[in-house]
């Protein structure tokens, strides 16, 4: 079965390369929770030091780091979830498959190429 393909569930994604990619996905989520950790631990560090005389700039560069990977960390939750329940690798706006090329760089995609595009486009 490892050559075989997965119908309709998971976009008829082999099961080497959900393997693969969910291998991915695990690896990304571990290292948006190290660097959540990372950040919390050098904010509480910085605080102790200067005692809330922290540099609003460094403040805000801080926040949006731990922004951007909650972000990420909460779109790779959603990938791993998609997945448990055999809807990976589906585009959520036209319902076709993702390539597996755009899978392997951003695994955790919810649209095809052609719907980001589209996505983009229209901000």
Avoid: W
Wanted: include cysteine; hydrophobic fraction near 40%; aromatic fraction near 2%.
């Amino acid at each position: 079965m490892n050559d075989q393909v997965i119908g309709v569930r998971n976009a008829g994604l082999r099961p080497v390369d959900l393997a693969a990619l969910r291998e991915s996905l695990h690896e990304q989520r571990l290292f948006r929770q190290e660097q959540l950790r990372q950040i919390g631990a050098a904010a509480t560090a910085r605080d102790d030091r200067v005692r809330g005389r922290q540099a609003p700039a460094q403040a805000e560069v801080r926040s949006k780091l731990a922004a951007s990977a909650r972000m990420v960390l909460a779109d790779v939750e959603a990938a791993l979830e998609r997945m448990e329940r055999g809807h990976y690798g589906r585009c959520h706006l036209c319902t076709g498959p993702i390539t597996l090329d755009r899978l392997e760089i951003v695994p955790q995609a919810r649209y095809c190429t052609r719907c980001q595009q589209v996505k983009e486009a229209g901000r």
